[in-house]
């Protein structure tokens, strides 16, 4: 609870006014299914993520439209929130994270992980989805994310089959 102001910090500076804040991040400690790890650097934090695990067939609330091409089978997680203090542009340093996220679901009983990218994400400068593909995800539909209650944003629906991961 103690790291919350700077995940805030670094979450707002990365995506601005949808960049998550102080009741977000309460609500996502205080959640069973919720995880959240994080990198620190000399005690201070950059860079986390927040992911979260799932049954079989669940969907998220703020999920709509899901359109994909095969049906999730088992327990699976998704990434809520992935924020790095190079936000994609050092990929060695944030697929480490990755990698973690994935040792972490794996541990947990996960066999897919997934994760939602807006479709005008921004960090398309960066190679967003070029960085999700090199860690082994695979663009398999679409999702409304619904981020109001007045506001949909169409994103792009990546997946990885856990048992791949050496």
């Known amino acids: 609870m103690s790291d919350i102001p700077q995940l805030v910090a670094l979450d707002r500076k990365a995506y601005g006014r949808y960049g998550a ?3 977000y991040f309460v609500k996502k400690f205080s959640s069973k299914n919720t995880k959240i790890l994080k990198v620190e650097d000399q005690g201070k ?9 799932l049954k079989k ?11 994909i091409d095969e049906p999730i089978k088992g327990m699976w997680a998704h990434i ?3 924020t790095t203090k190079t936000n994609y542009a050092d990929i060695e340093s944030d ?48 999702i409304d994310w619904l981020a109001s209650p007045t506001e949909k944003i169409k ?9 791949t991961i050496g």
Do not use: Q
């Open 57 to 67: 067939n669940e969907i998220p609330s703020d999920f709509s439209n899901l359109k």
């Open 95 to 142: 697929s480490n994270l990755v990698k973690a996220i994935e040792r972490s679901a794996k541990l947990m009983g996960c066999e897919i992980f997934c994760v939602p990218l807006s479709i005008n994400h921004p960090f398309i400068k960066h190679d967003v989805f070029g960085f999700w593909e090199k860690n082994g995800y695979k663009n398999v539909g679409t």
């Open 80 to 82: 809520i929130a992935f």
């Open 155 to 163: 994103c792009y629906f990546y997946r990885k089959i856990l048992e």
């Open 45 to 53: 934090v950059v860079g986390f993520t927040v992911f979260e695990l």
């Open 21 to 23: 804040d102080k009741t």
